[in-house]
T-cell receptor, first 113, second 110 residues
């Protein structure tokens, strides 16, 4: 398996623009997580899906952030409008039904100028 | 609320100089404690899962141990390629979400 695949790897955008990050989880995994990593705050959970259903979105900063999982093989994280403070590395991770450990993608480095 | 504290924040070792990284945790019913390795510009790479106090796991020069309050990642005779940030995470029985510590940045000098 190719592992968790995220795209793009790098994104530079201007403040106010819409940004969409994409994730393809490992085939057969039924849990999906979106995390954000910064030097100041480390790895923070944004949202957790189980069987394509959002279970916990308490980490989503505000209404500017939204996430979807239309099927078991694809998820998106959208920021609209983007702000400089959204600059961070965003990770997607997936976990199998009978597992406890999550497997991470390579991340998307977002820079909002 | 699950809490994870890792120490030290940064550690510099000479090649061959063994040491340990600490992960202290507070959780309501431990479902699993995880260790990950993260290289610059990459995603966290899974290393170990520990489930109960007294459990130990090894992989090459790394050995992870677990008590009821903390976990240690022992690095024996490290090499420069062991340089990375090591992350600890916990998951409680009532939650399906891993909570991460801030990590320990390890540099091994040749």
């Amino acid at each position: 398996d190719a592992g968790v695949i995220q795209s793009p790897r790098h994104e530079v955008t201007e403040m106010g623009q819409e940004v969409t990050l994409r994730c393809k989880p490992i085939s057969g995994h039924n849990s999906l997580f979106w995390y954000r990593q910064t030097m100041m705050r480390g790895l923070e959970l944004l949202i957790y899906f189980n069987n394509n259903v959002p279970i916990d979105d308490s980490g989503m900063p505000e209404d500017r952030f939204s996430a979807k999982m239309p099927n078991a093989s694809f998820s998106t994280l959208k920021i609209q409008p983007s702000e400089p403070r959204d600059s961070a590395v965003y990770f997607c991770a997936s976990r199998p039904l009978d597992g406890t450990e999550a497997f991470f993608g390579q991340g998307t480095r977002l820079t909002v100028v | 609320e699950d809490q994870v504290t890792q120490s030290p924040e940064a550690l510099r070792l000479q090649e061959g100089e063994s040491s340990s990284l600490n992960c202290s945790y507070t959780v309501s019913g431990l479902r699993g404690l995880f260790w990950y390795r993260q290289d610059p510009g990459k995603g966290p790479e899974f290393l170990f899962t520990l489930y109960s106090a007294g459990e130990e796991k090894e992989k090459e020069r790394l050995k992870a141990t677990l008590t009821k309050k903390e976990s240690f990642l022992h690095i024996t005779a490290p090499k420069p390629e062991d340089s990375a940030t090591y992350l600890c995470a916990v998951q409680s029985g009532g939650s399906y979400i891993p909570t991460f510590g801030r990590g320990t940045s390890l540099i091994v000098h040749p």
